[in-house]
């Protein structure tokens, strides 16, 4: 049985091509009309695959711009997945886990803890944070007048977020209990009239990241899963923001991966959930 997952994105369309033996295709659609995305990503699948229409049972949908999609597409019909669930269940799949938190850094980022258990599968939101690739996109566009995160994400590579980010040793001078003097005290807390655009890309992707991996470890230190955190969603396919992700868990514990193809876990997870449906003999099941 095949069924193809759709995260329907503020920007883009990421899809996978699912059967019971695992995902067959990944693809990336832009375009600013979701049926459209919808379309294009489903075309661009089947003819990767040389894969007929008529061979897929459903498309699942889950993401931001489901709501205005009609029942059918190109004739096949549309199963809508719970955000929440698709980011569950498509980061624990990809990071090869029966329980973990999956930290999922989209527009905003959503933190989710899951529990698997043979053919169950609990997914639990635990909150998240507003501060994503949104706040970083939106504040390099006011800082910088920089349109897109692959722009904002080569500056930053040039810049030095120490020069913006007061540090603890800019503080104290050394070390301080488990901080040592490297530690970031207050982002862009040592901004001066000389600061350099590079050096203020650099302390966004700092900042952002920090919040984003802080948020995670501690959500998932409240259901004992600290060690057992996956980081997916776009902004973790940038290696300047996982680094910065990372530096919460070095410095108070816990242990964070980032899959492979971290931005296709909700298309995963909703491709996942819906041929669950069809296919197991538990629960309830969607009508052909």
Sequence with gaps: MLIIGLDMGGTTTKGVLASESGILAKTVVVAS??????AGAIGKLLTDRGIQLDDVEAVALSGGRTKPLPDRILGL??????EIEAVG????YLAGMKECVVVSAGTG??????????AKCEVRHLGGTAVGAGT???LGRLLLRRTS???LMEMARKGNPKNVDLTVGDIVGGPVGRLDPDVTASNFGKVGDDVRPEDIAAGLVNMVGQVIGTVGLFAAKSVGLEESVVLVGGLMTHELLVKAAMKPFNLFGGSAVVPRDPQ???????SL???AMYTSPLGERYEA
């Design 109 to 118: 980022t959503a933190v989710v803890e899951v529990r698997i258990d043979g």
């Design 77 to 82: 019909p549309v199963r809508e997945v719970d």
């Design 149 to 151: 995160i692959a722009s």
């Design 264 to 270: 296709f876990a909700t298309a995963i997870g909703a």
């Design 273 to 275: 959930k819906v041929l």
């Design 33 to 38: 009309d979701p049926l459209a995305a919808a």
């Design 136 to 138: 970083l996109l939106g």
């Design 89 to 92: 269940r498509g980061g624990a």
